[in-house]
């Protein structure tokens, strides 16, 4: 069965510092590994890696995967109060089935 | 616009009875999805449909019943209801199917059920 796990499970930062939030896997089929935001609602997509060693970046958050140690990064610098949510690692395997880890919970305090 | 819809946004409902969430997607894509998420916001995936058809079938209950009558809608039909289906349920879509690349989902704003 496929799996996904994320740690830590939650976090609390103050404004300003950078995290570091860690998915690993173990999945058949790998075709790809999603980053989701969730605030109150739905979850928000953040990234799609599908290879190796290419990192992604969107303003202050960064990604990049290693298919070889089945593991990804979910970097923030410069955490705002706005980062306040849960962070959602999800592996694509067979047939687009998305398997979902249980989330970082990440609390930035000012 | 809307991409992902769901109706309705709150479901609360005695044990026993039967209810349906309806899912529309705008976004032309092909693969519609139920999740199910439970208190410690684990989501799961509980069904997936391309073109109208079943692809994806976890072990869920079979008083959990999926239809989609065209691509564009896939709602979930839950019968004899009980305390443990009390989650929120979002629907996804995607653009592609099996023999694509993997593209992302985008959420609908999910359904909360309450089951008393």
């Known amino acids: 069965e496929d799996k996904v796990v994320q740690s830590p499970l939650s976090l609390v930062v103050h404004e300003g510092d950078t995290v570091t939030l860690n998915c690993s896997y173990e999945?058949?089929?790998?075709?790809?590994l999603l980053w989701y935001k969730q605030e109150k609602k739905a979850p928000t997509f953040l990234f799609m890696l599908?290879?190796?060693?290419i990192e992604k970046k969107s303003g202050r958050l960064s990604s990049i995967l290693d298919k070889k140690e089945l593991f990804s990064i979910l970097n923030i610098t410069a955490t705002q109060t706005g980062d306040s949510a849960i962070y959602l690692c999800?592996?694509?395997?067979?047939?687009?089935?998305?398997?979902f880890g249980t989330g970082t919970r990440l609390q930035v305090t000012l | 616009d809307t991409a992902v819809s769901q109706t309705p946004k709150y479901l609360v409902t005695q044990m026993g009875n039967d209810k349906s969430i309806k899912c529309e997607q705008n976004?032309?894509?092909?693969?519609m999805y139920w999740y199910k998420q439970d208190s410690k916001k684990f989501l799961k995936i509980m069904f997936s449909?391309?073109?109208?058809?079943?692809?994806i079938n976890e072990t869920v209950p079979n008083r959990f019943s999926p239809k989609s009558p065209d691509k564009a809608h896939l709602n979930l039909h839950i019968n004899s209801l009980e305390l443990g289906d009390s989650a929120v349920y979002f629907c996804?879509?995607?653009?592609?199917?099996?023999?694509?690349?993997?593209?992302?989902?985008?959420f609908g704003p999910g359904t909360r059920l309450t089951v008393l």
């Open positions: 996804a879509s995607s653009q592609g199917g099996l023999a694509e690349p993997y593209n992302e989902q985008f």
């Open positions: 999945v058949t089929n790998f075709r790809s």
């Open positions: 599908t290879s190796s060693g």
């Open positions: 999800a592996v694509a395997g067979t047939a687009s089935k998305l398997t």
């Open positions: 976004l032309g894509h092909d693969t």
């Open positions: 449909y391309n073109n109208k058809e079943l692809i």
